[in-house]
Structures are given as C-alpha cells and as structure tokens.
C-alpha cells in the first residue's frame, strides 16, 4: 500500500461550549517534519500532538492549524470589590474636606472607577479540553491518511507500467546483445581479410579481437542486475511499509546499470533504447519523489 505525501485532512469536536477545529496540509519533504501553528494558550499541547502526527506520518512536511472558537454562552458573574470600592471612598471624602468642596458620593461615581466591578470567568483548564482536541486530530490524520493511500495507489499504478515499459526495454537489449558481438566479428572479418595475408594476421587472432571486444561490449551482468531491481521495485510498491527512499536508492541503481550499458553497447539500436529506459526512469524518479 503506496501513500503519497500529499495530503489534506481536517477534523472537528466540541468540548463545554467550545469548537475544536484542526487542519493537516502535507507536502513533500526529505525528512518528517511537522510545524503546528496553535493559539498562545494552547502551546503546552504542542509536542503531544506533534508526536501524535509523526505517530501515523513517517515522511514529508505537516502544517497543522488549530483554531478554538466559543460555541455557546459562557458562564460569567460580576465581582465587587468592595474593599477598593471603600478605599475610594475615604479617598474622595478626604479630598473633599482638605479642598473644600461639597457635594454627595453616588453609588455611580464609585462603580466607574477601575477595578471596582469586574467580570469573573472561570478557570478554564487545557487538559479538560485534551479529549477533544485529540479527537479532532484524529479525524484529520483519518482523512490525511485516505487522501494520501487513495493518491498513493494512482502513483503506484503508474509507476508499475513504467517499469514494465522499461523490463520490456531491457529484454530487447538482453536479447540483442549477442548480435552486436556477431555482427562486429562479421565486419572485423571483412574488414582484415584483405590484408591477412600479406600482415600476417592470423584466424586466431582474429578470434582473440573479436573476444576481446566481447568482453569489453558484454551487459549480460547489467541486464540481470536491471531486472532484479525491476522486482525489487515491484515488491516495494506492493508493501504495507513506507518504500520511498528505498525506491529512490532502487532507482539510482537502475540509472548505474542502463548508464553502463550505453557506454559499452556500441550499437544504435541498443543506444536508443538506452536513451527510452534512461528517460523512463525519469519519470520513475520524479513519481517516487511523492512517495513516502
């Protein structure tokens, strides 16, 4: 089961008159790394969820978002402070008396100034609102997960075609190597026959070039080492496990193997299918760098 690293999720709870609403966007990335960009308040929940992400994604970027909003009334009483409430008071009346002045105290002047009456809310405890988060997160790593699995199998679909292709291009070359051997002792026959005699060149040595070319121009050994990385990548993307960097290192070897023998093909036919495997397996690399 292929996943890509792309991927959107998101998930939603209520806790005592509170929503609870997380985001997920994944992207590729080299390594597993998660950002999370949460209220103030919230920052000691901040490693517990991140390990909770990296828990169910091994590779590529996670942005994560929790936004809080109030969905119902909150429960909030008015606090008198009646000892300021006195201060001021006595305040008012000495500087009454020390400037002169006349006039009565009202209750209004008193409830204006600062601190005298104030809103109590209650305490309000993160941990009380862990439940709900967690399961907030948990519906949107459910849908991250589906999005990157059904993702996932698009691109394993199409990187096994691909590498049929490219099997396919490997058994023309596997098969027609001999030929180019063949055909290069044919031309060197034609080509010495007519001084054999007079250089002094010999049959034997004619065989011994053309030996020596055959071990120089032989990709038999690359060929079979192509398709055993063609079934190692087959059985990579039949997996439960996260393949991609194994793909990666897969597909650098099946770039060695077609590299060595296009320098030892000396053969058109064989050079261009060469080049056709080669720009295969590009394609092959850019696909498998969405894997996880």
């Known amino acids: 089961m292929v996943k890509s690293m792309t991927g959107y999720g998101w998930g939603e709870a209520g806790f005592e008159g509170k929503k609870f609403t997380i985001e997920l966007k994944a992207v590729n990335h080299r390594y597993n790394e998660v950002v999370l960009r949460l209220p103030r308040n919230f920052s000691p929940l901040e490693e517990r969820i991140r390990k909770l992400i990296q828990a169910h994604v091994t590779r590529g970027r996670i942005d994560g978002f929790l936004n809080v909003e109030d969905s119902g009334e909150k429960t909030s009483a008015v606090k008198v402070d009646k000892e300021l409430a006195g201060a001021y008071y006595k305040a008012i009346k000495e500087l009454q008396e020390s400037l002169d002045l006349e006039g009565k105290i009202k209750l209004k002047n008193l409830v204006d100034l600062p601190g005298v009456l ?136 099946m770039n060695r193997e077609i590299n060595t023998i296009a320098s030892k093909a000396n053969d058109l036919e064989i050079s261009r299918w060469a080049v056709e495997v080669k720009s295969e397996l590009e394609k092959i690399r850019e696909q498998v760098q969405n894997i996880e």
């Open 118 to 253: 104030a809103l109590e809310v209650p305490a309000e405890n993160i941990e009380d609102w862990w439940p709900a988060i967690h399961e907030a997160l948990e519906g949107a790593l459910d849908s991250l997960i589906r999005m990157r699995i059904d993702e996932g199998n698009q691109l394993a679909a199409d990187l096994l075609a691909r590498v049929d292709q490219v099997s396919l291009l490997n058994a023309k070359i596997r098969d027609r190597s001999p030929a180019v051997v063949e055909g290069y002792r044919e031309r060197l026959g034609v080509r010495l026959n007519d001084f054999m005699k007079d250089s002094g060149l010999t049959p034997e040595r004619l065989a011994a070039e053309a030996a020596i070319f055959a071990e120089r121009s032989n990709i038999t050994e690359e060929t079979v080492r192509l398709d055993s990385h063609f079934k190692q990548a087959r059985s990579c993307l039949e997996a439960s496990e996260p393949v991609g960097r194994k793909l990666d290192f897969i597909v650098q070897e």
